[in-house]
């Protein structure tokens, strides 16, 4: 697996310790489909020299060749540490598709639909779950 030299290098990045153990996540941006040179990324504010953080799209710096958010997202790969509540750590590559996930209320008892990825600890096949915290 391998692991970042800096943050420019990734798309989504996470650390976390909670009820489905300890984990590290890394998305790498992929390069572009079209010219295979640079990384895809967010388009960039002319005027203030920002990335423009909400857009629904990513885009190659050097031929302009864009994508959609979901379609891009999809086809990347997730690399994860991790160490399952019974302490069996290890490491995963798997696609980064979010999907609807149920997560338990502790407090009511009912399902509350986040998206996210999940997958089995390979050793004790414990259901692993990364949602979006917000």
Known sequence: MRKPKSMSE????TRRNDEFG??????????????????????INPKTGKVKSRSKEYVCSECEHSV????YEDSLT???????PEGHSGEIEIPF???RLP???LKTGKNKYKPGVKF????CDFEIKIVKLK
């Open 97 to 99: 598709e979010r999907k």
């Open 120 to 123: 089995n600890c390979p050793t």
């Open 22 to 43: 300890q984990l590290k996540v890394y998305v790498f941006k992929e390069k572009c489909s079209e010219c295979g040179k640079v990384n895809m990324g967010k388009p």
């Open 10 to 13: 990734l798309i989504y990045f």
């Open 78 to 84: 997730a690399s994860i540490e991790y160490t399952c």
């Open 103 to 105: 997560i338990r209320n």
């Open 68 to 71: 959609e958010k979901e379609e």
